[in-house]
């Protein structure tokens, strides 16, 4: 039983190659499988993480034949088809640009798709990228971190799964910190998709024996009922 995980990315995904390095040999290894990387940049750098992994990984374009977007809607419904295709069982929102359809948040990924941010939402939900840390730094923040979430429609405003707080340090610059919240945002995905490997294989497990308990309860009814039949007939 192999948590089936696809991703979307647009832009480098510099927090991948920790995922997979685990499940290639360390904590999510035998508990997880990226089997899709999708992404709406063809150039993007996880694209390029993905290829050089091995991984099943495709471009969905987010124009048109005639070179007009494509309305959210539309282009989800595309992501969807390929999320089922490959059987996917947990989303995962790496630097993915794109705000979601109400129709994707509240369809059949609901509850299902994560997404990693680099604050302690609520604060500075929102923002992108370095612009956050150098609004933690403007504001002489003492603690930041990361925050992973289950998507809505909103930005950033989902319910928290899981958040990991990171010190800032003096002499910080923008870069210096996102590099140590990256890290912590590396930690936070894989622990995240352990816990829900572990969860999602206890389910299994419930629903299989709660089947077996109940077509044993059925034999022994039946059983019981034969025998009271017998037991009629006899006394006749």
Do not use: W
């Not at 995904?13 to 499940?23: K, Q, R």
């Not at 063809?42 to 048109?64: C, F, H, M, T, V």
């Amino acid at each position: 039983m192999v948590l089936k995980i696809g991703v979307l990315g647009s832009t480098n995904g510099t927090d991948l190659p920790a995922v997979v390095e685990s499940i290639q040999g360390g904590e999510l290894q035998g508990l997880a499988e990226i089997a899709v990387v999708i992404s709406d940049k063809e150039d993007s750098g996880i694209l390029e993480k993905a290829q050089g992994y091995g991984l099943n990984n495709l471009y969905i374009n987010p124009r048109d034949d005639e070179g007009k977007r494509k309305e959210r809607e539309a282009y989800d419904r595309e992501v969807v088809e390929v999320l089922n295709r490959e059987e996917i069982e947990l989303v995962m929102l790496i630097g993915y640009m794109k705000l979601m359809s109400p129709e994707f948040v509240e369809g059949e990924f609901k509850n299902r798709t994560m997404n990693i941010h680099p604050s302690l939402l609520p604060a500075y939900a929102g923002g992108m990228d370095l612009n956050v840390h150098e609004e933690v730094l403007d504001r002489g923040c003492k603690v930041t971190g990361c925050s992973l979430i289950y998507i809505d429609e909103g930005a950033d405003t989902g319910p928290i799964i899981l958040q990991r707080a990171v010190p800032v340090l003096d002499g910080d610059t923008p870069e210096t910190l996102k590099a140590r919240v990256q890290e912590a945002e590396q930690t936070v995905l894989i622990e995240a998709i352990k816990i829900l490997t572990i969860l999602f294989i206890l389910f299994i497990l419930f629903i299989f024996f709660g089947v077996l308990l109940l077509l044993i309860f059925f034999i022994f009814f039946l059983f019981f009922f034969f025998c009271l039949c017998k037991a009629t007939l006899f006394f006749k």
